[in-house]
């Protein structure tokens, strides 16, 4: 492709998954750009029990967020991903999970086609377009505060991962506390060892060639 150059990327539409939606569901979708911390004002001001904030109550910066007319509280909420925004639509799900309390989840994976335009460096070199698809992977969540098909693949119940988070950092914070022990233990090990080293009696140098000879015995004196 060292005689190629990337014209442009065109990502094909895909629908939402999730069927017979209310129109007032607000769907999030989640750029490489987006910032969590503008998704989840959003996503917030539309779930959480409190008013939403007067100065900025939708804008979401590196992101599209579409959002039905009403200005009431809603029941649901669409989160989306695709490819290395994945990662980041679920740390928003867990922490409006952690912040609205009840929520039932429905998870689905899919792929989205990309296709790729590449155009020849030299036109006259006789070398056609090329155009190049690919499948990436994303990530489509449901959060609901009403119950969902329990049967479907991908649900999670309210709270049905509390435990298990919970028992993961339990072990986490023995393990830790059992390396800081034996951390302590190493060094302490460490200095008994080398606490005698170097204390002895210190010698005196000497001068190079032997002991010195007593005055007495100088040569020439008989």
């Known amino acids: 492709m060292e005689n190629y150059r990337k014209a442009r990327t065109v990502e094909q539409p895909c629908p939402c998954p999730f069927p017979d939606l209310p129109s007032n569901t607000p769907e999030v979708r989640v750029k490489d750009g987006s910032k969590v911390r503008n998704l989840m004002r959003f996503a917030l001001s539309r779930m ?80 056609d377009s090329l155009t190049v698809s690919r499948n990436v992977p994303s990530v489509w969540v449901l959060l609901s505060r009403d119950s969902l098909d329990s049967n479907q693949p991908g649900y999670q119940a309210p709270g049905s991962f509390d435990a298990f988070w919970a028992q993961a950092l339990k072990e986490e914070a023995a393990t830790l506390r059992h390396e800081q022990r034996r951390k302590r233990g190493g060094t302490g090990t460490g200095r008994a060892e080398g606490a005698g080293r170097g204390k002895g009696p210190r010698k005196q140098p000497g001068r190079p060639g032997g002991t010195r000879k007593p005055l007495g015995h100088a040569g020439g004196g008989q």
Request: aromatic share 4%; proline share 5%.
């Open 48 to 127: 959480e029990e409190k008013a939403p904030s007067a100065d900025n109550p939708g804008t979401n910066e590196g992101s599209e967020v579409s959002a039905g007319s009403g200005e009431n509280l809603c029941r649901q909420i669409v989160f989306t991903g695709v490819g290395q925004s994945v990662a980041k639509a679920i740390t928003c799900v867990e922490i409006l999970k952690r912040r609205v309390r009840g929520l039932h989840q429905h998870t689905k994976l899919a792929y989205r086609t990309v296709q790729e335009v590449w155009e020849p460096l030299e036109p006259e070199a006789g070398l």
